[in-house]
């Protein structure tokens, strides 16, 4: 059957098995948005399938979560509500220094978070006051994974984004202390090789209310943040784009420093 067929009869299976064929050949594709219809509910039923297939697989779990932040206009124009996620499953979240091999010079990027790991079980109904008491926190760097291109730079809809699994790589964690060690407002700081790239600053509280939604959202789709689940709350500082083989270090106030090696 032609693929413009295919999309006409079954959009979603069309657009998973695209996906997973891209994983499993490390395969870059044209966005989706370029070709289908997607809105954040098709798209999250993207991501579903897509995750699901990928469990089923192998032995694997998920054992974390990313936010992607929305702006003001962003949830006013899609009615949407404060972020998306995506998921991490297991060997994608690394409780140390991460290590990795520079195939694709200028499409990997580094990202500083604040990330979060549930110490103790999370009430029915969490406030972000219950997240702080009940949670770890740690400094995290992720490095973010498209299966499209082009990516960042250039611009990919929500739906896209949420339909690659909100385009969540890999998370390397820093040392975790309790959520109530954080300053209510912490400094940033991301170094490369050395030299100080960016400065900015973290709102404990902001991030936690954030995991207080996910908590809520996750009920949606069968799931729930059992203890030691770990989620990423979204990049504190600009994205940087690794352009060479480096070392990368990123510290929040409070909670010392996290790195990364690309080579």
Same mark, same amino acid.
């Given at each position: 059957?032609?693929?413009?067929?295919? =999309?006409?009869?079954?959009?979603?299976? &069309?657009?998973?098995?695209?996906?997973?064929?891209?994983?499993?050949?490390?395969?870059?594709?044209?966005?989706?948005?370029?070709?289908?219809?997607?809105?954040?509910?098709?798209?999250?039923?993207?991501?579903?399938?897509?995750?699901?297939?990928?469990?089923?697989?192998?032995? =694997?779990?998920?054992?974390?979560?990313?936010?992607?932040?929305?702006?003001?206009?962003?949830?006013?124009?899609?009615?949407?509500?404060?972020?998306?996620?995506?998921?991490?499953?297991?060997?994608?979240?690394?409780?140390?220094?991460?290590?990795?091999?520079?195939?694709?010079?200028?499409?990997?990027?580094?990202?500083?978070?604040?990330?979060?790991?549930?110490?103790?079980?999370?009430?029915?109904?969490?406030?972000?006051?219950?997240? #702080?008491? %009940?949670?770890?926190? &740690?400094?995290? #760097?992720?490095?973010?994974?498209?299966?499209?291109?082009?990516?960042?730079?250039?611009?990919? *809809?929500?739906?896209?984004?949420?339909?690659?699994?909100?385009?969540?790589?890999?998370?390397?964690?820093?040392? =975790?202390?309790?959520? *109530?060690?954080?300053?209510?407002?912490?400094?940033?700081?991301?170094?490369?090789?050395?030299?100080?790239?960016?400065?900015?600053?973290?709102?404990?509280? *902001?991030?936690?209310?954030?995991?207080?939604?996910?908590?809520?959202?996750?009920?949606?789709?069968?799931?729930?943040?059992?203890?030691?689940?770990?989620?990423?709350?979204?990049?504190?500082?600009?994205?940087?784009?690794?352009?060479?083989? &480096?070392?990368?270090?990123?510290?929040?106030?409070?909670?010392?420093?996290?790195?990364?090696?690309? %080579?």
């Amino acid at each position: 059957m032609p693929a413009s067929e295919d =999309r006409m009869t079954d959009p979603i299976e &069309a657009m998973v098995a695209e996906l997973l064929r891209a994983r499993a050949g490390s395969q870059r594709i044209e966005k989706l948005s370029d070709r289908y219809t997607l809105d954040i509910d098709l798209a999250e039923r993207v991501r579903t399938a897509v995750l699901d297939a990928r469990l089923r697989s192998g032995d =694997r779990t998920v054992v974390g979560y990313k936010l992607t932040v929305l702006t003001e206009e962003q949830r006013e124009r899609l009615g949407a509500a404060e972020a998306v996620y995506g998921c991490f499953i297991d060997g994608e979240v690394s409780n140390a220094h991460a290590e990795v091999v520079l195939r694709d010079v200028g499409r990997v990027l580094v990202e500083v978070e604040l990330a979060f790991i549930v110490r103790d079980p999370l009430p029915a109904e969490p406030t972000a006051e219950d997240v #702080i008491e %009940r949670c770890d926190v &740690a400094a995290a #760097i992720e490095i973010p994974a498209s299966r499209f291109d082009p990516w960042y730079p250039k611009v990919l *809809t929500l739906g896209d984004v949420v339909a690659d699994n909100g385009v969540a790589g890999h998370l390397a964690l820093g040392p =975790r202390y309790p959520a *109530t060690r954080v300053p209510a407002t912490a400094s940033v700081e991301l170094w490369k090789d050395g030299e100080r790239l960016a400065v900015g600053g973290a709102s404990s509280l *902001t991030a936690a209310g954030l995991v207080a939604w996910l908590a809520e959202r996750v009920k949606r789709d069968g799931r729930s943040l059992e203890p030691e689940t770990v989620v990423s709350t979204g990049f504190l500082l600009p994205p940087v784009i690794v352009a060479n083989a &480096a070392t990368f270090r990123a510290s929040i106030e409070g909670l010392g420093d996290v790195t990364a090696t690309f %080579r």
